[in-house]
């Protein structure tokens, strides 16, 4: 269930600067998910982090509350190949004022409840690294990305 991120962004401090706090249960680690939200809150000039939790990924992130919703909306319909997202959530809290973005140590302090994709086929974008010759994995059987690859087996 993808609960309305976006409505809580109506209760902001400042129309011009606001800080959002985002849960993202579902397979979201493994799949290329926290490289994907540093990629899409750097093009968008946030400030903030990204880390995976037990239950997930969580995101901290500042903007004006009108880019925060278009980076819920980015999360939804821009996400990695592999990845589901099954409950979306976002709260306002008071901005700290985030220095930069970043990609936060891994939290597990608690039960890891996140589901782990089975192993997927190699993509056509590895495929073509491994029967490249002049590539540096030419005939590397373990080649694989966050699109495809071991998964469960690992």
Excluded at 16 to 32: A, C, D, E, L, Y
């Amino acid at each position: 269930m993808i609960e309305n991120p976006l409505s809580s962004l109506s209760q902001a401090v400042d129309r011009k600067h606001s800080r959002i706090m985002v849960s993202v249960r579902g397979v979201v680690q493994g799949v290329g998910f926290r490289p994907f939200i540093y990629r899409l809150a750097m093009q968008m000039g946030f400030k903030g982090w990204v880390k995976n939790g037990p239950e997930g990924v969580l995101i901290e992130v500042e903007g004006s509350p009108d880019q925060l919703d278009q980076f819920l909306q980015k999360i939804v319909t821009e996400k990695p190949g592999g990845c589901l997202i099954q409950e979306l959530t976002s709260e306002s809290r008071p901005p700290v004022h985030y220095e930069r973005f970043e990609i936060r140590s891994s939290t597990g302090a608690s039960p890891v409840t996140v589901p782990i994709l089975p192993d997927l086929a190699t993509c056509s974008l590895c495929l073509e690294e491994i029967f490249d010759k002049t590539n540096r994995r030419y005939l590397y059987p373990f080649t694989g990305c966050t699109d495809c690859g071991p998964r469960f087996s690992m």
